[in-house]
């Protein structure tokens, strides 16, 4: 038996749909790869320590990213690996590649 009832795909609340997050994800991708971009086009004849250390930081953000983009795939995007609980929302509108939630990240991070 198949039904297609459309109201249950709508928006839940509290959680980005996966054409949002995708849609998300496209644009950081976008706006990072612009960012890179920049970066070589400056034309400075001496590579600048600073510059390649943003471009380092930058190559390590489109990783998450593209990794995301897998997460959707499988099912698990928006979950925080740490207390496996879904990352909210808001947070995942700023930051869409993570997998952390703020809690996770910050224990993570010391
Ligand atoms: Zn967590």
Do not use: N, W
């Not at 070589?40 to 380092?56: F, R, V, Y």
């Not at 925080?80 to 703020?102: D, F, H, N």
């Amino acid at each position: 038996m198949t039904t297609l009832d459309t109201s249950s795909t709508g928006p839940r609340p509290g959680r980005l749909t996966a054409h949002d997050a995708r849609q998300r994800l496209e644009h950081a991708r976008s706006s990072r790869l612009a960012q890179l971009r920049a970066l070589g086009e400056t034309g400075q004849s001496s590579p600048d320590p600073l510059m390649s250390a943003q471009a380092e930081a930058i190559g390590r953000v489109l990783k998450e990213i593209d990794e995301a983009f897998g997460r959707i795939d499988d099912g698990s995007y928006g979950d925080c690996l740490g207390c496996v609980k879904p990352v909210p929302a808001e947070r995942l509108e700023i930051l869409p590649y993570t997998r952390y939630c703020v809690t996770c990240q910050r224990r993570a991070a010391v």
